[in-house]
């Protein structure tokens, strides 16, 4: 790793990546390909088929998420993963709305290709519509019981493993996000060099909506969404 890679960081750059699976369009870091392998091996020895349904995601591809959530083409959630109005907000409340589940782009954990979003495609009947909701991994939701396998699983051979739940608890940033898991030993050195300083100098110059705001409260932003 050097110092060149702030592309990385922000998700501007494919050259870290590869396909997950063949043909797909589902691209994680080269590195993570072969303990998510492992860790997939161990799901199955307990009937768990533990499956990616989101990996890299680009920085221009977050922005479009960004931009429509601001503009209220994309539903923003609420605490309880309910659609909620920005209409009424103010530009920093809109953000800190917004930043509830979706990254700003420049920031995403998504960008590093170490992080993803997984289900249980054994749990799923037939013609079923993965939401990626608290409902589906929490209570009688029909991924909970390979998350509740996962979080004994990871408890007891993390270091092994490798993988953990950067979202995993609400520290009242970024809503609990029990879909998402992240491979630690690359990951948190891109956490580490992922400044205020980087991803303004990414942010520059883009049509980011609310970019003014963003960039005034930017290291409140990192401080409580970014550094989890
Ligand atoms: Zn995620």
């Not at 998700?11 to 993570?32: C, M, N």
């Not at 503009?71 to 509830?100: E, F, Y």
């Amino acid at each position: 790793m050097t110092a060149t890679d702030h592309d990385i960081l922000t998700g501007t750059t494919e050259r870290h990546l590869v396909p997950l699976d063949g043909a797909s369009s589902l691209l994680v870091h080269a590195q993570v390909v072969e303990p998510l392998a492992e860790l997939q091996t161990l799901a199955a020895s307990q009937g768990f088929d533990l499956r990616v349904c989101s990996g890299f995601r680009s920085f221009d591809r977050q922005m479009i998420i960004w931009n429509e959530k601001v503009k209220g083409i994309r539903s923003t959630l609420d605490h309880d993963g309910r659609s909620l109005s920005l209409d009424s907000l103010n530009a920093w409340q809109k953000i800190q709305a917004i930043m509830r589940w979706s990254a700003l782009p420049g920031a995403s954990r998504h960008h590093w290709g170490t992080d993803m979003d997984i289900y249980d495609a054994a749990a799923m009947p037939e013609g079923y519509q993965i939401q990626l909701t608290p409902d589906e991994v929490q209570g009688a939701g029909i991924f909970s019981p390979m998350h509740n396998w996962l979080d004994s699983a990871l408890m007891a051979d993390n270091s092994a493993l490798g993988f953990y739940r950067p979202y995993g608890k609400d520290r009242g940033g970024v809503a609990p996000e029990r879909w998402h898991i992240s491979y630690a030993p690359l990951a948190d050195i891109y956490a580490q060099r992922l400044s205020s300083e980087v991803i303004a100098q990414q942010l520059r110059g883009t049509d980011l909506l609310l970019l003014d705001e963003v960039v005034t409260r930017l290291n409140e932003i990192v401080e409580r969404f970014v550094r989890v």
